[in-house]
């Protein structure tokens, strides 16, 4: 059945279901680093099998990112996201019964299979149904949830899952309700997207994206953003509990606040709808990189730290909402939008999800949890540079959009 052009009820129905959807996926990958010292204990593991874990699930993500979105532009939207939805929520609470390591990179590495798949299908979606001058603010709203329930609501949660379940098998265990039910509203409710039926753009080249320079720049600044957050959300917990000797309860409270900043960071991309992609990306990179710098100043101060954590998340979090939506969205080629931000996505994923909490996680096995901060500051300094060369989409604020390796419009 085909979308209508303007139906503002479905819009937002749609976008939360959409939303919540995409906030499980994030509360079901996070789920993990909170639970971490617990499991650590266990099952005998130590800090660079931990950003093995991180990484693993990441990398599979970004493969499966890049790999489901042409198929989403071609096949449709619908079964691909009611699937992942019950795959993933299926496979978070198997980490329940994982019983060693091996056995935990394995159920992680096929949880990011799921995810992945979720991802660029969702925001295709999103951007499907979104009227243009809601499309910053839909998206930003949308990919925030991540953060609310994966860094916000999941050491929350976790943590004082553990005052009243057995151990930390049955955390994991519980979390997959949740996500049945959103599957199974999306079956319900969810009606096939309009521009999967649209065959006019169908011969487009799934290439065509790597013309478009901001497609590409995306992918370069989404792998800064992340290599920044993600270190920071894999890694702070330990960090908190065991550099500053912060309780877990403490821990929660203060990691939580990556998952409000994070939702806050919606605003990122709203207000680049005014002021522009690219303005507000650079604004958002150098602020992350200068706060990164101070929050590693700060001692045992539970309420600083959270506020630092939450403005810093706010920005790095807002920058990968904008760069995987509006800015990949409005740059990709005709008919290949989710193709084009499960690209962003998928490189995002592969180096900064993947690979950054890899070498996260060796630098603090051979150098102290500290040193990962300062591999967050780099990432994120990086990004201010890639951000510098962005060209101006924003409906408000359009130019022609240059490509590589030619000066025609990639959309």
């Known amino acids: 059945m085909d979308l209508p052009p303007h139906d503002i009820r479905y819009e937002y129905r749609t976008l939360v279901l959409i939303c919540f959807g995409f906030g499980l996926v994030g509360l079901d990958r996070w789920l993990l680093a909170p639970l971490f010292p617990y499991i650590m204990k266990d099952l005998g593991l130590n800090f660079q099998q931990l950003g093995s874990l991180a990484g693993i699930l990441g990398i599979a993500w970004g493969f499966w990112s890049i790999a489901m979105g042409p198929v989403s532009d071609r096949f449709g939207r619908k079964k691909l996201l009611v699937g992942a939805m019950l795959a993933f929520s299926l496979l978070s609470s198997l980490t329940g019964l994982a019983g060693s390591f091996l056995a935990l990179m394995g159920i992680r590495a096929i949880m990011g299979v799921a995810e992945g798949a979720f991802t660029p299908v969702s925001v295709a979606v999103t951007e499907d149904v979104s009227a243009p001058s809601r499309r910053g603010f839909n998206m930003g709203i949308q990919l925030s949830m991540f953060s609310l329930f994966g860094f916000g609501f999941a050491p929350i949660v976790a943590t004082q899952l553990l005052r009243v379940v057995p151990s930390w098998h049955w955390v994991f265990m519980v979390s997959a309700i949740p996500g049945l039910i959103i599957a199974g509203l999306m079956m319900l409710l969810l009606r096939e997207s309009h521009a999967t039926r649209t065959t006019e753009h169908l011969d487009v080249p799934w290439t065509s994206h790597f013309r478009s320079r901001n497609v590409v720049l995306a992918a370069v600044a989404n792998c800064c953003a992340m290599a920044g957050i993600f270190t920071m959300g894999a890694m702070v917990p330990s960090y908190l509990i065991e550099v500053l000797r912060l309780s877990p309860q403490s821990m929660g409270f203060v990691v939580s606040a990556m998952g409000f900043g994070g939702f806050c960071g919606s605003l990122v991309?709203?207000?680049?709808?005014?002021?522009?992609?690219?303005?507000?990306?650079?604004?958002?990179?150098?602020?992350?990189?200068?706060?990164?710098?101070?929050?590693?100043?700060?001692?045992?101060?539970?309420?600083?730290?959270?506020?630092?954590?939450?403005?810093?998340?706010?920005?790095?979090?807002?920058?990968?909402?904008?760069?995987?939506?509006?800015?990949?969205?409005?740059?990709?080629?005709?008919?290949?939008?989710?193709?084009?931000?499960?690209?962003?996505?998928?490189?995002?994923?592969?180096?900064?999800?993947?690979?950054?909490?890899?070498?996260?996680?060796?630098?603090?096995?051979?150098?102290?949890?500290?040193?990962?901060?300062?591999?967050?500051?780099?990432?994120?300094?990086?990004?201010?540079?890639?951000?510098l060369f962005l060209v101006e989409t924003a409906p408000r604020r359009r130019r022609p959009l240059l490509t590589l390796p030619t000066h025609t419009d990639a959309r």
């Open 269 to 387: 991309a709203a207000v680049s709808d005014y002021i522009g992609r690219k303005l507000m990306s650079v604004i958002g990179f150098v602020v992350a990189t200068v706060l990164v710098l101070i929050f590693m100043r700060i001692g045992s101060n539970p309420v600083q730290l959270f506020c630092m954590l939450f403005v810093i998340s706010m920005l790095a979090v807002g920058i990968l909402g904008l760069v995987t939506g509006p800015i990949a969205a409005e740059g990709a080629p005709p008919g290949l939008i989710a193709s084009s931000v499960g690209f962003v996505s998928g490189s995002g994923e592969i180096f900064g999800g993947g690979i950054a909490p890899v070498i996260a996680g060796a630098l603090a096995q051979h150098f102290g949890l500290g040193s990962t901060l300062w591999f967050a500051v780099a990432g994120l300094a990086v990004g201010v540079i890639v951000s």
